[in-house]
């Protein structure tokens, strides 16, 4: 393993099958990888096509608008069509479907034959989704991807899982596999246990198209309709609302069970455990040479790669970093537990010399790549960053006097979840003040009555936005209070390196640096946003990206400089 490997040299000529290449992760890998080696040979890109548009449509809006393809915009210009297009070929395909969705005979043996590395990002990211879609997505499509690299002449599996795939399991954890125990210490049979869900999720669709549950779903619409001050005979309005209620009551009932049985096999959640449910399936499926598993930790904003703080979408720690700003400054944790954060184009070098590793039959089973165990962060001093990066922002962009001179000074404590200022409390006590609004003393002068019944808007305000919080402290209490995970992350270094552009030492990063400096303006400018229903920046190239068709581009040649 200590054999220095040649990033440009192991790719040189190679051809790659990736899939979730809409994703952030994967975005920016294709990105880094079109960027440090254009020798490479042919990059297949898996994209499904979306209602009448095509795939090749989708990806080429990709590369047109996503930032995340700016430096490679800025350094070809005009030359960047030619330069993608002889480089990639959209698929059209879908990970959930057989043979990866791939319709055309003559393209699916044509990847079976020439394909060397499958690099498998699909997947759905949610914590806790609908359990159909989990199994979708997370297991089926882990399964086809396996069943696709057997059936190819020479091609081996990156499967792109999650630290998190051993559950609940505490202190230091090892870059190990186990496909046939479950975190619980449970022996674990992953071909039964999807059935017994498949089983599940047909009972629960009976159970919810049955003539009682249309009656429930009409009594609650005809509800709801009333209370809203609505036409309750307007029989339109109440089939639409009944539908609606239905869809709703279906997918909670998806989703507590997906969360039953998570928790029955000592997962955090449905997000986890489909994914070990997907590595299972591969360990199964390939020999051990065709296959490793590549866990990243929490995934954020990139440190270099495209540029500083480039991030997509609002999961992982967004959410709880955007409330830190807010007046709620009182984070539910425990103190001295690790944090693993790490930047995306951390995890793109990683995955890359783990690809690399792969091809060379001199990989390792698994690969973790986090920060608890080389560079520790805890969650309280992640809190102590976030609230000095939000206060360095305040002091001289706030919006209001209040944002510049008293929030600007407001600190972020990590405190118990039985701590007086936890949420429940706060929420409580804005539940009351609304309920007074709503409600003044009847000795009171009306207009002063009116003005307070008009403040009650703001009060509502202030639930919906408390609500969203405490959800978020419900989904993040098992990874900052209720567990002490810390991931070995040492296999990826056993790998040195040719290039240093791949360095992919965590040792490397300047937490304080990358909390002030580099990831909360990065959320703040693509995350935050979003959390406010508005639109983030958008990117316009000079020059518009078009693919051309193969006939009409001719082999690679060298990198223009």
Known sequence: MNTPLSIKHCYAGRHVLLTGVTGFLGKVWLAMVLQHVPEIGKIYVLTRKKALRPAADRFERQVQTSPCFRPLHEKYGADMSRFISERVEVVSGDVSLPDMGVEDPEVLARLRRDIDLVVNCAGLVDFDPDLRDAMTTNVEGARNAANFVAA???????????????????????EDIRPDLAPSGDAFDVEAENAEIQTSIDAILAEHESAEMDRRAQDDAIKQIREKGGDENNAMLVRNTARRIKRNLLKDAMVAEGQRRAGRWGFTNIYTFTKNMAEAWIARRLDPGRWAMFRPAIVESSMSYPFPGWNQGFNTCGPLSYALGSWFRHLPCKKGNPFDIIPVDYVCRGMTVAGAALMRGEHAPVYQCGSSDLNLLTIDRAVE??????????????????????????????VTPDHPMRIENVRKMTESVDEWLRDPPKEWPEFIRRRLTDFAEHTEDALEAIDKIERMCELYLPFIHDNHFAFYTRNLLRHPVVEPEWDCDPRSIDWRHYWIDVHIPGLRKWCFPLFENKTPE????????????????????????
């Open 152 to 174: 190819c002449d020479k091609a081996v599996l990156l499967h792109i899982s999650t630290c998190y795939v051993t559950g609940k399991k505490n202190g230091k954890i090892g």
């Open 538 to 561: 958008s990117y316009s190239p000079r020059h518009p990206f078009r693919l051309r068709s193969p006939e009409a581009a001719p082999a690679p040649h060298a990198e223009v400089v």
């Open 385 to 414: 960053l976030v609230a000095l990066a939000h206060r360095k922002h305040l002091r001289t962009r706030g919006d209001t006097t209040l944002d510049r001179v008293v929030k600007s000074r407001w600190d972020a404590i990590a």
